[in-house]
């Protein structure tokens, strides 16, 4: 089972803001594990491209219902065949392994 599928799998722990943040060797190491994020200003993020605004707005609508399942939110900048994903979690002030579960999903759903 290849990483980005073994993520994928996985559910968010709860985050009570008492965990530290990944370092950015834990950090760069997870990355790998996830084809085309990358880390820049505190988050990491992807900008997925599709045909037209209807597959964006589904991917959107998807992504939603992963965060609320997952209750852990990115940030969003959606344009017409573009949506730039962002993920840092509050709690701790920096990045955490639910960012990369969650970043893993979006990947799942996005190869669908």
């Known amino acids: 089972m290849s990483e980005d ?3 994928a799998s996985r559910r968010c722990k709860p985050c009570d803001g008492t ?3 990944l370092t ?7 990355l790998k594990d996830i084809r085309g994020w990358i880390c820049e200003n505190g ?4 900008t ?3 045909e037209n605004y209807h597959q964006t707005m589904a991917f959107v609508n998807a992504s939603a219902w992963i965060s609320h399942r997952e209750d852990h939110h990115p940030d ?3 344009g017409y ?3 730039r994903v962002a993920y840092h979690t ?3 002030q920096g990045i955490s392994e639910n960012d990369f579960i969650c970043a893993a999903k979006l990947d799942a759903i996005f190869s669908l």
């Open 5 to 7: 599928i073994a993520l």
């Open 19 to 21: 965990a530290a943040p």
């Open 24 to 30: 950015e060797p834990q950090i760069a190491a997870l």
């Open 43 to 46: 988050v990491i993020a992807k």
């Open 48 to 50: 997925y491209t599709f």
């Open 76 to 78: 969003l900048t959606v």
């Open 81 to 83: 065949n573009t949506c």
């Open 90 to 92: 509050h709690a701790i």
